[in-house]
């Protein structure tokens, strides 16, 4: 009768670290981006003016940020390879078009 107690315990603790793990990874996979797939594309025309000179964007540019999500410009920016420059250029852009910061 211990033995059998025992091996329920086993089991119970098995199936408890099975959801306990299926969770986790649950949550990961529900944490990946929800950011449309063509995010980076839309915001193309704020690649000039990233790298020109005068560093204020275009309206092009200011539309372009106007119409993604916070979130998804902060993950365009942690996968474009920008330099530390040109990333601090990017983090002002959406102030210099009148809209909110971001923090990322």
Do not use: W, Y
């Not at 091996?7 to 990874?25: E, R």
């Not at 025309?45 to 964007?57: E, I, M, R, Y």
């Amino acid at each position: 009768m211990a033995m059998k107690r025992s091996n329920h315990a086993l089991l119970l603790l098995l199936l408890l670290m099975f959801i306990t793990l299926t969770g986790h990874k649950m949550q990961q996979v529900l944490a990946q981006s929800t950011c449309p797939s063509n995010t980076q594309q839309t915001l193309n025309p704020c690649a000039t003016d990233l790298t020109g000179a005068n560093g204020d964007p275009s309206t092009q540019c200011c539309d372009a940020i106007s119409s993604v999500d916070p979130t998804c410009l902060c993950e365009v920016m942690a996968s474009a390879s920008l330099s530390a420059a040109d990333l601090a250029k990017a983090m002002q852009m959406p102030t210099k078009c009148g809209l909110a910061a971001i923090t990322c």
